[in-house]
């Protein structure tokens, strides 16, 4: 089946009609071409033309399903398989869908740009490349995870893997064996500033506003996108608490709300009782205010300075996991490591 690229206007209604059977998850047939030209309201004798031979090509092909055919179709935009997976698959929030939108659309480029069929092989080759370009442990093991959850859901669509044979099948069930990176504790992921660099910088900020802002990660902890969601009321200035919605949670979790970040509060509240503690601020905003007086920095290293700092002052290391709302303490090393590092010696006694 020939396709002309200058005839845009009927690869646009393929399109469409390729979209309809995934989401109605039908096949490609004479009657869900009915059901798509009626449901649609489209009369043109010319566009049922063109979706029957379609039909016939795919009919000559051999397959039900359309997994051959959209491998190798090269689509602007989102991958029609990857549009019904995220309207299928549970996610904790609107947040984590669009991590997943993102990193499978990067997974699906790879796979047309290399011309390898989705399988184990395919994952292996995707994730070395990662390795090459120097990604992170952590950015590796979120795009395998994300593979997995769409391998599980894939192998749970018949009409889409009718197509596959069964060398295909094995290799792609191999995706969910595969294993995740190990963390190479030796490496610090993050710079961080120590407690007079810290003391220093904020000295040295005359807008209040930035002053807060870096205040709460470099004391507090908070994730920028924490403090983008921060609300009045949830800060009791009286007992030092604030509620925090943190990384893909659904329930606030109370941390302590340490002086220097509560007298910068106290300025900026006043008689305000409720609302966005900063109305429409986001992610990039607070991204150019850490670049503005921390060039070399991002603002996770602030995170990072807060774990760091407590661990120097020899906070007990359960409650810094709790102020850093960590689900398990392998995280909380991961940010504590270097001035573990930096202290041990230092502070191992000289006696057991």
């Known amino acids: 089946m020939s396709l002309k690229k200058t005839d845009a206007k009927r690869m646009s209604y393929l399109k469409k009609f390729l979209l309809f059977c995934i989401e109605k998850q039908i096949t490609v047939s004479k009657v869900s071409i009915e059901e798509f030209l009626i449901t649609r309201n489209l009369?043109?004798?010319?566009?049922?033309?063109?979706?029957?031979?379609?039909?016939?090509?795919?009919?000559?092909?051999?397959?039900?399903?359309?997994?051959?055919?959209?491998?190798?179709?090269?689509?602007?935009g989102n991958h029609p398989y990857i549009l019904r997976f995220l309207a299928q698959y549970d996610f904790?929030?609107?947040?984590?869908?669009?991590?997943?939108?993102?990193?499978?659309?990067?997974?699906?480029?790879?796979?047309?740009?290399?011309?390898?069929?989705?399988?184990?092989?395919?994952?292996?080759?995707?994730?070395?490349?990662?390795?090459?370009?120097?990604?992170?442990?952590?950015?590796?093991?979120?795009?395998?995870?994300?593979?997995?959850?769409?391998?599980?859901?894939?192998?749970?669509?018949?009409?889409?893997?009718?197509?596959?044979?069964?060398?295909?099948?094995?290799?792609?069930?191999?995706?969910?064996?595969?294993?995740?990176?190990r963390i190479d504790k030796d490496?610090?992921?993050?710079?961080?500033?120590?407690?007079?660099?810290?003391?220093?910088?904020?000295?040295?900020?005359?807008?209040?506003?930035?002053?807060?802002?870096?205040?709460?990660?470099?004391?507090?902890?908070?994730?920028?996108?924490?403090?983008?969601?921060?609300?009045?009321?949830?800060?009791?200035?009286?007992?030092?608490?604030?509620?925090?919605?943190?990384?893909?949670?659904?329930?606030?979790?109370?941390?302590?709300?340490?002086?220097?970040?509560?007298?910068l509060l106290e300025n900026i509240i006043f008689e305000r009782k409720e609302g966005y503690l900063f109305q429409g601020l986001t992610y990039h905003q607070i991204y150019h205010i850490v670049k503005k007086y921390l060039p070399d920095y991002s603002p996770h290293c602030l995170r990072h300075t807060a774990a760091q700092i407590m661990t120097e002052k020899n906070f007990n290391k359960d409650f810094i996991q709790k102020q850093m709302r960590h689900s398990n303490y392998q995280t909380t090393q991961i940010y504590t490591l270097r001035k573990i590092e930096e202290i041990f010696l230092k502070e191992m006694p000289l006696d057991v």
């Open 187 to 263: 490496r610090y992921y993050k710079e961080s500033l120590s407690l007079q660099e810290r003391e220093t910088l904020l000295d040295n900020i005359e807008s209040l506003k930035d002053k807060l802002i870096i205040s709460l990660q470099a004391h507090e902890g908070l994730r920028a996108s924490e403090i983008c969601n921060l609300c009045i009321e949830d800060i009791d200035l009286g007992s030092n608490i604030m509620a925090v919605l943190g990384k893909g949670k659904y329930k606030k979790i109370k941390i302590r709300l340490f002086n220097t970040s509560k007298q």
């Open 92 to 181: 904790k929030n609107e947040k984590t869908k669009k991590n997943y939108l993102s990193e499978l659309n990067l997974f699906f480029s790879y796979m047309e740009e290399h011309h390898v069929s989705f399988g184990q092989i395919l994952v292996q080759r995707y994730l070395q490349q990662g390795l090459t370009s120097k990604l992170s442990v952590f950015t590796l093991n979120t795009r395998l995870s994300v593979i997995k959850a769409f391998t599980r859901w894939l192998l749970d669509q018949k009409d889409l893997i009718s197509g596959m044979d069964e060398m295909q099948m094995a290799d792609t069930s191999k995706i969910l064996s595969m294993k995740n990176f």
């Open 43 to 76: 009369q043109q004798t010319t566009i049922k033309s063109y979706l029957n031979v379609f039909r016939k090509y795919c009919e000559q092909k051999g397959f039900v399903g359309y997994w051959y055919f959209l491998s190798e179709s090269r689509y602007k």
